[in-house]
């Protein structure tokens, strides 16, 4: 004779009033630590670029107004997306801060966004990432 021992789940949904029988459902991951500002103001310039470009918002006065900036921090926000693909991928993946301020901001981005060769913004990219490395 076999025993099979298994973990179950039982839940109720909420319209039908079944029972429903299976697994328990995965739980995201707990964070440690938060995701840097600078990240976050990448992913969105990523998106409403995303969104001036289908035509769902016409321009980026009205982009402005909907997000309930001034105009010209929504054009520093947008001035991300002049940064080599490199760069901004990896500002979307700078590890998350445990404490304290970020290490990198968007103002630190500012000098590197009027660079206009990709080489130039990665040599600046490399030297601010080492200083970066320094302060922690």
Do not use: C, Y
């Amino acid at each position: 004779m076999t025993t099979v021992t298994r973990q179950v789940h039982f839940s109720v949904q909420r319209k039908s009033k079944r029972m429903r029988v299976g697994l328990p459902p995965e739980r995201p991951p707990i964070r440690s630590g938060r995701i840097p500002r600078v990240s976050k103001l990448m992913a969105l310039a990523i998106k409403f670029d995303g969104l001036l470009r289908d035509g769902t918002i016409s321009n980026l006065t009205e982009l402005a107004e909907l997000s309930q900036v001034t105009q010209p921090r929504m054009t520093q926000i947008m001035n991300l997306l002049h940064l080599s693909p490199s760069i901004q991928e990896e500002i979307l993946f700078l590890p998350e801060i445990e404490r304290g301020r970020d290490l990198i901001t968007e103002r630190d981005l500012r000098p590197l966004v009027q660079l206009v060769s990709w080489k130039d913004q990665w040599e600046a990219w490399t030297s601010l990432s080492q200083a970066r490395n320094s302060r922690e």
